[in-house]
């Protein structure tokens, strides 16, 4: 790419990244290094800050302070020139529900510059090529949710951008919709394209990101790959089932005392999870237990996942559910 | 479908996506008159596919003229025919500026959906979105007006001023709806909802439309009352509008209506942009 400028291998470089909304600091101090063609995933809960910083990434809102480069490119003096290097898919459909599938891509590749003909063309391509043939002709509103999805990416690389930004691609849709959108991202970075996804699904981070960010609170709280992250909480996670509930409480004594750690409890309060830093603990731990003359129904030494990694970082659950609330505005 | 085929299936369609994705090549951006007249485009396909939203300019304008004709008429001239020649050119200008507000609940309306985000990363003239949209209204505006004046002619209206003064005192209210819209847009850009969006538009076009010379002679009024109503713009565009309806319209009559237009999209349309550009 001849035109950067002296920028080395980073898609994006971003200092001490700052966004207030009244007392709330919805972003308060976030540093990012994205090398080109990777896929870096921003994980975190609702309001975590992820869309807050993509639209400042994108020059949709304005930092309140601290400063950032795409492509090379200043934030702050040079949104011409990151717009065209970059493509945003919004969290919700940012395409018109009133007009049919054909017309939304055909819009789109005319305000690109396409002349009508070449737009049609391109549209045509595009929705092919997204599975979407059958439906070019049906309202967007009348589309399903993955199909709502494929059509909102495929008017985001009408031109091919340099850098994706793509805000919970999956957010919301049934497994199979979540994969053909997976396939859809991987073939893009096959392609070259930087892409940078938020996410609060941790296998999806795990799935299709080189490196992860975890945001909590407006801060980026951990970074590295996935095994980085993973290793950076211990050897992993001892699961044990009692066969009795009555025990649980002697048992959560245990093996809070031989492991260091927190225990958590499952909710039908006969599975127990608690993180591991080594691996003789846990036989000593399983050892008491037996002495105590609780009696283990089964018990495993996970890998740790993506998701007890966010538990060790923050100390909270990560939510499930996706909360339309967020930095909506 | 056999495992083979699907296997074949999906590496087609994987090849697909990357010829795709390799041919999406950037053209030279748009100027300023294609990127306006694809936004031009979208709102006529808009009304393609939601007829529903020309009630406003059909419907609305037929029973606002019947309504104060026949509710008015006999009460204030005596007469519902002498009225109509009265009433006419001045409902005409309410119709069509209580319209012009429906301008900024559509851009409201994008900007809660979303596809906001989407044109403020294209690399477009920004304006040509709201300017695109608003050229379109003018197409919507010269219908209502249409209508009205078929309506109104078939009431007995009979304009002094010939098919030319009619057809000017039309332009003059599209200039006026155009630069009246510029309030619309910068206010459906701070609103957070079509509701609340709805009501302050209509508090203000209320006592415009009402507190004017549409209905009733100023002179009639109190001094105080007629001090508003005497500067009021759309008693202004109204003064101009009936003038050349009625072939008696001065210059500085119709001078004046382009002097208010100018202020207004002076003052709106760079805050209408400011705003655009800005919005968080």
């Known amino acids: 790419m001849s035109d950067d400028k002296q920028t080395g291998d980073w898609a994006v470089e971003a200092n001490g990244l700052v966004k207030v909304y009244g007392k709330e600091r919805a972003v308060d101090g976030v540093d990012l290094r994205i090398r080109k063609g990777a896929v870096y995933g921003f994980l975190g809960p609702n309001g975590a800050g992820k869309t807050t910083t993509i639209r400042m990434l994108a020059t949709l809102i304005r930092p309140d302070a601290g400063s950032a480069r795409i492509f090379g490119h200043s934030l702050a003096d040079e949104g011409a020139a990151i717009r065209s290097r970059i493509s945003l898919t919004g969290q919700y459909a940012s395409i018109d529900e009133d007009l049919t599938g054909m017309e939304n891509l055909v819009l789109i590749a005319r305000l690109m510059g396409y002349t009508t003909r070449q737009a049609k063309a391109r549209a045509s391509e595009l929705l092919a090529a997204f599975g979407l043939e059958n439906a070019a002709k049906r309202q967007v509103k009348k589309y399903s949710g993955g199909m709502r999805r494929r059509i909102d990416v495929a008017a985001s690389i009408v031109v091919t951008p340099d850098l994706l930004f793509l805000d919970e691609p999956t957010t919301g849709l049934d497994p199979r919709s979540r994969n053909q959108v997976w396939d859809i991202i991987r073939t893009l970075v096959a392609a070259g394209t930087t892409v940078l996804l938020t996410t609060q699904y941790l296998e999806e981070a795990d799935q299709l990101a080189d490196r992860i960010a975890v945001i909590h609170q407006g801060k980026i709280i951990a970074e590295g790959t996935s095994s980085e992250l993973k290793a950076s909480v211990g050897s992993g996670t001892l699961n044990v089932q009692l066969l009795n509930s009555e025990d649980q409480l002697r048992a959560t004594e245990i093996l809070q005392n031989k492991l260091g750690v927190s225990v958590f409890v499952g909710s039908d309060s006969v599975s127990l999870s608690a993180q591991a830093k080594d691996a003789s603990l846990v036989a000593e731990a399983l050892g008491e237990l037996a002495r105590a003359k609780i009696t283990v129904s089964d018990f495993s030494l996970g890998r740790p996942s993506l998701d007890e990694v966010f538990l060790t970082l923050t100390g909270q659950v990560v939510s499930e559910e996706p909360d339309a609330e967020e930095e909506s505005s | ?280």
């Open chain 2, 1 to 280: 479908m056999t495992g083979q085929a699907k296997q074949n299936n999906s590496n087609h369609k994987e090849e697909q996506l990357l010829r795709a994705i390799a041919s999406g090549n950037r053209p030279k951006p748009p100027n300023a008159l294609s990127s306006t007249m694809a936004f031009a485009q979208r709102a006529l396909l808009r009304i393609k596919h939601v007829p529903e939203q020309m009630f406003d300019v059909t419907v609305f304008p037929i029973i606002f003229l019947l309504m104060f004709t026949y509710l008015f008429g006999g009460a204030i001239a005596g007469s519902t025919g002498e009225y109509l020649q009265f009433l006419l050119p001045g409902i005409l200008v309410m119709t069509v500026a209580q319209i012009t507000m429906y301008t900024g609940i559509d851009l409201n309306n994008d900007i809660r959906k979303g596809i906001f985000d989407r044109f403020r990363t294209l690399p477009i003239w920004l304006p040509s979105a709201l300017v695109g949209a608003l050229l379109v209204d003018v197409i919507r505006y010269s219908l209502a007006s249409a209508i009205m004046i078929a309506l109104g002619l078939a009431l007995g209206f009979r304009p002094e001023g010939g098919v030319m003064g009619v057809l000017g005192a039309v332009l003059l209210i599209l200039v006026f709806s155009f630069s009246l819209s510029w309030i619309w847009t910068a206010l459906g850009l701070v609103v957070r909802s079509e509701k609340s969006l709805m009501m302050v538009s209509f508090m203000v076009l209320f006592p415009l439309t009402f507190v004017s010379n549409v209905f009733v002679d100023p002179a009639t009024l109190p001094s105080w009352l007629r001090g508003f109503v005497e500067i009021n713009p759309i008693s202004i565009l109204a003064t101009a509008v009936r003038g050349l309806m009625h072939g008696n319209a001065t210059w500085g009559e119709i001078a004046w209506v382009f002097v208010v237009s100018a202020i207004l999209v002076i003052l709106f349309a760079p805050l209408t942009m400011y705003l655009y550009r800005n919005k968080e």
